[in-house]
Each structure stands twice: as C-alpha cells, then as structure tokens.
C-alpha cells in the first residue's frame, strides 16, 4: 500500500519556528557557552536547524534513552543508552527534544541531569502534546502544540521509518501496521 501521510507542519512552518525559538534562546542567554544537548535520536533535525537559529556559542552534546518495554507511559521505565562525554557542571544546559507526550523521558532526564548540578537547566522541545502528559514537566520553549495525533518527519519516526522528512506529518492507523522490534 502505497503511504501518503498527511502533511501536519510543513518544512516552511517549522523553518520558521525555529528561527524564533533560536532568537529567543539567544537573547535569553547572552553568554556562553550554552550546552545544547539533544536527545537522540529523533530530535538530530531539530537540534542542527536550532542550533544554526542560535548565535550564542553553544557545545553540542548528544543523549540517548530508551524505554522498557512499549509500555514506557505507564511503566515509567527509562534508562540511558549513551551518556554525554562531558561534565555540566556549572554549566547553563538546555536539553533539546523533539516531542514532549507523557512526559516520563524529560521527568528521568531532568533529574539525571540536575544532579550534575548544571548552572542553569531548560528544556526546548519542538512539539508538546499535553493531552497525553502522565508526569508534569516545566518546559521553557515549545515549538507547538499539538493534538494528539501520530506525527512523524522531520526526524521523528515510525519504526524507524519517516524521520527523513521535510514537513511533519501525521501517520493514521491504517498506515502504521503492527510491528514487532526485537527487545521492545
Ligand atoms: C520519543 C521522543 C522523546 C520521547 C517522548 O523518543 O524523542 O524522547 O519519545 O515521550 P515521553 O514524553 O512519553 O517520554 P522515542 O522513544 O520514540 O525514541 P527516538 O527519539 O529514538 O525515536
């Protein structure tokens, strides 16, 4: 069956957006360096657009997490797969994601993070679905909001597939068929 996802945000959309949330992170942090660290890997296209939309001299750092299970909104169980190279402390961190949904990655994440006591903590997502918030998160820039829809593009995925892109899109149910992934 041929796939024609429906576009959601286009690239001209989310181009714009980010440019602004690059203005606004960079007159909120006037000074360097600011550690910009993505979570991988579905936030890789936002990360490299906002980071171009920064003029404050950032570092680029990369975090991987991964969930047990399918389960991860209810079982809450998250663990690191790649961890940063690098030490924050003392440092102004802003963590980019490319969703925020349940909330339970940015809950681990921020209080992993907080214990390696950072200057200062934010967090910038590109899109947030607060209808499907479990845990609450304190989120400083948000790209949009968005209902809760199956998004994928512009690096996020369904099984893997689709993260290339331009525009987001939303993915109905007929279009995403079961699959089953080793170790999920
Ligand atoms: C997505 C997204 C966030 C997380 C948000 O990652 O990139 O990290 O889910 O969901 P939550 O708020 O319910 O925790 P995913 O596990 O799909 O991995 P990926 O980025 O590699 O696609």
Known sequence: MALAPQVFLTASQIDNRVRAMGAQISADYPEGPLYLIAILKGAFMFLADLARAISTPSRIEFMGISSYGKDKTSSGQVKVTKDLDVSIEGQHVLIVEDILDSG?????????????????????????????????????????????????????????????????????????????????
């Open 104 to 184: 339970v990655t940015l809950t681990y994440l921020t209080n992993l993070l907080q214990q390696r006591r950072p200057k200062s903590l934010r967090i910038a997502t590109l899109l947030d679905k607060p209808e499907r918030r479990l845990r609450p998160v304190e989120v400083t820039y948000v790209g949009f909001q968005i209902p809760d829809e199956f998004v994928v593009g512009y690096g996020l995925d369904f099984a893997e597939d689709h993260r290339n892109l331009r525009d987001i899109c939303v993915l109905t149910e007929e279009q995403r068929p079961q699959v089953t992934t080793a170790g999920e």
